[in-house]
């Protein structure tokens, strides 16, 4: 059993729209971390969302994490080719725990 | 470019035998914390260790031990292989000690092939 779902799994839009990315659990969290990774490198954090409510923006990126601090999102606005990646969400339960979605991978066709 | 780095690149080997994966963190970094990556598996948090300590375990097999060093690198020690451990195996780092809350940098992997 996943302690964090990821939905959806895999996304293939146009450049200019919009997409959520989704990570859910039954499970509360301490912190929720956001990355995205490209093919034969590792992953690069994009966020870290600590707060229940808590929204963060970076640029076209908008991360928000539920008010339970179970459950998160991941906004794109206006898709470029650029944005191209795996996107994986991880859970962290106090000092010894960090749990990873399995991942969205995300493809912009231009 | 991270400033963590990994070595070897890749790696292939047989069933039943023993391999060290070396990452040396970022300059100033005293966390080094040891991942797995498979397809059925996604990314798992092996181990944490700090400034040369055990902070954090994961989900590491028996069959797996780390270390890090006096100089902070670390080395990630896989014996009686067997085909399943085949992955990416990424080491990341960061200056602090929260799982929860710091930066970590992740170095580029090491892709181990079991035969």
């Known amino acids: 059993t996943q302690l964090l779902e990821q939905s959806p799994q895999f996304l293939s839009i146009q450049e200019g729209e919009n997409l959520t990315v989704y990570c859910n659990s039954s499970?509360?969290?301490?912190?929720l971390q956001w990355y995205r990774q490209e093919p034969g490198e590792g992953p690069v954090l994009l966020v870290t969302v600590v707060t229940g409510g808590e929204v963060k923006k970076l640029k076209r990126l908008t991360f928000q994490f539920g008010d339970a601090r179970k459950d998160s999102s991941l906004h794109i606005t206006a898709a470029q080719p650029g944005d191209t990646g795996l996107y994986l969400c991880?859970?962290?339960?106090?000092?010894?725990?960090?749990?990873f979605g399995q991942g969205t991978r995300l493809t912009i066709n231009p | 470019d991270s400033g963590v780095t990994q070595t070897p690149k890749h790696l292939i080997t047989a069933t039943g035998q023993r391999v060290t994966l070396r990452c040396s963190p970022r300059s100033g970094d005293l966390s080094v914390y040891w991942y797995q990556q498979s397809l059925d598996q996604g990314l798992q948090f092996l181990i944490q260790?700090?400034?040369?300590?055990?902070?954090a375990k994961g989900n590491i097999l028996e069959r797996f031990s780390a270390q890090q060093f006096p100089d902070l690198h670390s080395e990630l020690n896989l014996s009686s292989l067997e085909l399943g451990d085949s992955a990416l195996y990424f080491c990341a780092s960061s200056v602090g000690t929260s799982l929860s809350t710091d930066t970590q940098y992740f170095g580029p992997g090491t892709r181990l092939t079991v035969l």
């Open positions: 260790y700090y400034n040369g300590e055990e902070r």
């Open positions: 499970s509360v969290f301490s912190s």
């Open positions: 991880a859970g962290a339960q106090g000092a010894q725990k960090l749990v």
